[in-house]
Structure formats: structure tokens, C-alpha cells
């Protein structure tokens, strides 16, 4: 190829690119505003038929795995099924700080995210509220997920969330130990559990103690360090 070949193939790569990052950017945007309100039929199409999602050290497996963890489970508890914005209710997650990685034939990618949380019921709902949740409390979280290109459509693979930290209102992140612990049963000997644990070498305790996140993306000098390899 010539030259001017070269640089508008080098160009049209680049341009795609950055195409693939704007929309799994909006992708995962679009998740943080569909579980805001508890509709997990929407939630599950952003999802690849094989996707999994990685929640308090299970994992839900195919759209299946997540109605069941965004239905049964979360908007079941929440909201009783019904889908928000409910009287009441507060549960906004503000997904942020993105940085995506597509791979070099732009047919997967790599996504990390920060996630925040601010949940609780207004004084007047007080009676609806399930005791597992406090009043009023706020989360922060990571997410380092897998994305797939499926028939021209980004997908979510695998939706990888590692929460940092729980804290009540009124007692603030320093006094309080989070209300969300662990899975410890599988489905359907826990009906709103996940289709498998991770192993118990990735097993994720929840605040107060602290687990590492790696980063799939590299630091430009000391990237090997920071993506967790030796070298």
C-alpha cells in the first residue's frame, strides 16, 4: 500500500476505536441509570446471552443470573418488584472515572469504572423498608468488566463488581460494617443466590477489610507493576 493508503487505514482503525469506546462508555452509563430503577429486564439486554455478573463473591451466569440478581433479588427487596422510581426510595449509582481498553481487533474490551451509591427511605416510607437495609447509607465500588462485540452490538461479558466500602449516615464509614456480606449458597439452594462462588482465593471480604482491584490497563512507566504482574 502506499503511504496515503497506510494513514487512512491507520485513521479508520483509530476513529473506530474511539466509536467502540463512546458507545461501551454509554453502555455501561446506561446500566447505572436501569438499576437506579430496579428494571431488570433492561438491565439483562445489556448483557451478552453468556454474560455473567460478579457480586459479593458470586457469580450470576446468563441473562437467567442476572434477572435474577436485578429482579429477584434487588428490585424484589427494594421496591417489592416494581419497577422506579418508588415514593420514598433513594438508590442512585453514579458510574464514573472511566477508562476502557479495546483490543486491537476491536472485537472485546476491557472497562474499569467507579461506582457510587447513595440509598435509603424518606421518614414517611419508614414501614416499607426490608431490615437488611439501613436508612440511610452510601457505597463506593469498582467495577473492571469484560465487553463483547455481539452481531455489530457492544455487550456486556462480565460485569465485575468489587465493593470498597460501606458507610450508615449517620454513623458515617468509620463506624460501620457492611450490611452486604458475602454469598455463601448457591442457586436454588438460596433462590436469590448466584449459579457459583468464586474460589476461595478470590473470595472478597466487604468493609471494613479491604481487597485489591488489579488494573487491566498499564501505567505508561511502571504499567507491569500496576497491572499485577512480576515484571
Do not use: C
Not at 3 to 22: P, S
Not at 34 to 56: C, H, K, S, T, W
Request: net charge negative; charged share 25%.
Amino acid at each position: 500500500m502506499s503511504d496515503t493508503e497506510v494513514r487512512l487505514q491507520k485513521l479508520e482503525h483509530r476513529v473506530g476505536e474511539l466509536e467502540d469506546i463512546n458507545a461501551i462508555r454509554r453502555l455501561h452509563w446506561s446500566y447505572g441509570y436501569y438499576i437506579d430503577f430496579n428494571r431488570p429486564e433492561e438491565v439483562a439486554q445489556l448483557f451478552a446471552e453468556d454474560g455473567v455478573v460478579v457480586f459479593l463473591s458470586g457469580e450470576y451466569v446468563g441473562h437467567a443470573g442476572v434477572k435474577r440478581l436485578y429482579g429477584d433479588w434487588i428490585a424484589g427487596r427494594f421496591t417489592g418488584g416494581r419497577p422506579g422510581p418508588v415514593d420514598g426510595l433513594l438508590l442512585d449509582h453514579f458510574q464514573m472515572q472511566d477508562i476502557i481498553t479495546v483490543a486491537p481487533d476491536r472485537q472485546t474490551a476491557k472497562g474499569r469504572f467507579h461506582g457510587i451509591l447513595f440509598g435509603g427511605w424518606h421518614k414517611d416510607y419508614q414501614e416499607t423498608k426490608e431490615d437488611f437495609m439501613p436508612e440511610q447509607f452510601y457505597e463506593a465500588g469498582i467495577y473492571e468488566n469484560d465487553y463483547v462485540l455481539e452481531d455489530g452490538v457492544w455487550k456486556i461479558k462480565r460485569l465485575d463488581y468489587m465493593m470498597q466500602w460501606q458507610g450508615d449516615y449517620d454513623k458515617g464509614w468509620a463506624h460501620t460494617t457492611s450490611h452486604l456480606q458475602p454469598a455463601d449458597k448457591t442457586y436454588p439452594e438460596d433462590p436469590l443466590g448466584p449459579d457459583r462462588l468464586l474460589p476461595e482465593s478470590a473470595h472478597r471480604p466487604t468493609w471494613p477489610l479491604r481487597k485489591d482491584v488489579p488494573m487491566h490497563f498499564a501505567h505508561p512507566r511502571f504499567g507491569a507493576l500496576f497491572a499485577g504482574q512480576e515484571k
